[in-house]
């Protein structure tokens, strides 16, 4: 994966580990610049300026540590209230009372970086993108997702047909869930969520190429991404 910035590109690769990963493997992604092909591992993922990065449509500038937010802006500081005088006649909390009073746990704002964007972009487009065959992975009595061997592609009209596609991505959706826990869940090539309700409807095109042998499929959402199958 690409993502075009001002300075500098920003390229991004996935690693996937199977082994010993209930139910699904897990992802992890590495960045570099293309001015310095130096993967480094993407910081873990800063979700509390959501809001900001979902309404902020600049370009990237290709500057990981470019503050984009820093510590406490946007944000009020609360004045502390001075702590009351001791008064002969105010009563003391017993220390030894089951009963505490409820304090808001406030978490500190951390700082936004370009990084984090980028970090919070790819996992979007990872999650609503990245898509595999019906059948290409299996479900082992172990609970655990491997490629299935006996998977040699999909026939010609399967691949043009978008129920043959399912979402390769930890499960998100609770009725699909439970379904993981029946017995029959490694016998059913279907235990991946289907693409065929995403949404907005007719988000996802496929098409043959000239040669007939090969299908490329098209993520309308994000303009760019785009996926092939090779017929079996």
Request: overall charge negative.
């Amino acid at each position: 994966m690409s993502i075009i910035g001002i300075q500098n590109d920003y390229f991004i690769a996935c690693g996937v580990t199977y082994k010993s990963q209930f139910e699904f493997p897990t992802k992890k992604f590495f960045f570099c610049l293309s001015n310095d092909y130096n993967f480094k591992e993407m910081p873990g993922l800063n979700d509390q300026h959501r809001d900001f990065i979902d309404r902020d449509s600049s370009f990237l500038m290709g500057v990981p540590d470019r503050k984009l937010i820093q510590k406490g802006d946007g944000e009020e500081e609360e004045a502390k209230d001075p702590e009351p005088e001791d008064d002969e006649g105010s009563q003391k909390a017993d220390p030894n009372s089951d009963e505490s009073e409820a304090e808001e746990i406030k978490v500190p704002p951390k700082e936004l970086t370009e990084i984090d964007r980028v970090n919070y972009v790819v996992n979007a487009i990872e999650t609503d993108c990245h898509i595999s065959p019906v059948g290409a992975f299996k479900m082992t009595a172990q609970h655990e997702v491997r490629r299935n061997e006996a998977f040699h592609g999909l026939s010609s009209d399967q691949s043009l047909n978008i129920s043959s596609y399912v979402h390769f991505r930890n499960v998100l959706i609770d009725a699909k869930k439970a379904q993981l826990d029946l017995p029959s869940a490694p016998f059913d090539a279907h235990f991946l969520e289907a693409i065929n309700s995403d949404k907005p409807r007719g988000c996802w095109t496929f098409q043959h190429d000239l040669t007939k042998a090969t299908v490329l499929g098209r993520n309308l959402l994000w303009p760019g991404f785009n996926f092939y199958h090779i017929h079996g």
